[in-house]
């Protein structure tokens, strides 16, 4: 079993920046790909980034490429998701992932670990 927990949410104004952080605890963190979500109001989860259980591969939703990074330290067990240039429709519930398959998953199904998510406000 592993538990995640996000921090780092918050309000923020449009083209601001925001750090999100997930720690993780119960299994090796190295042994998994992670993944970070997120879900708007009225709208389904969708995938944001993810990343390999090394660290060398990373995949983003078109969406935010070119603005968002995700990383990984592996002695810390935590994932991290900077977020730049932030818009007013990167509002949303962001969650961090565990998956449960090889290489970076983009679909919900094939994680099988959650945080209990952290509110990204944009203002603009």
């Known amino acids: 079993q592993v538990q995640l927990v996000e921090s780092g949410g918050g309000l923020v104004q449009a083209g601001g920046s925001l750090r999100l952080s997930c720690a993780t605890s119960?299994?090796?963190?190295?042994?998994?790909?992670m993944g970070w979500f997120r879900q708007a109001p009225g709208k389904e989860r969708e995938f944001v980034a993810g990343?390999?259980?090394?660290?060398?591969?990373?995949f983003y939703a078109d969406s935010v490429k070119g603005r968002f990074t995700i990383s990984r330290d592996n002695a810390e067990n935590t994932v991290y998701l900077q977020m730049n240039s932030l818009k007013p429709e990167d509002t949303a519930v962001y969650y961090c992932?565990?998956?449960?398959?090889?290489?970076?998953?983009?679909?919900?199904?094939?994680?099988?670990?959650w945080g209990q998510g952290t509110q990204v406000t944009v203002s603009s």
């Open positions: 992932a565990k998956a449960r398959a090889p290489g970076i998953p983009v679909l919900t199904t094939l994680y099988d670990s």
């Open positions: 119960g299994r090796p963190f190295s042994d998994y790909s």
């Open positions: 990343i390999s259980r090394g660290g060398g591969s990373t």
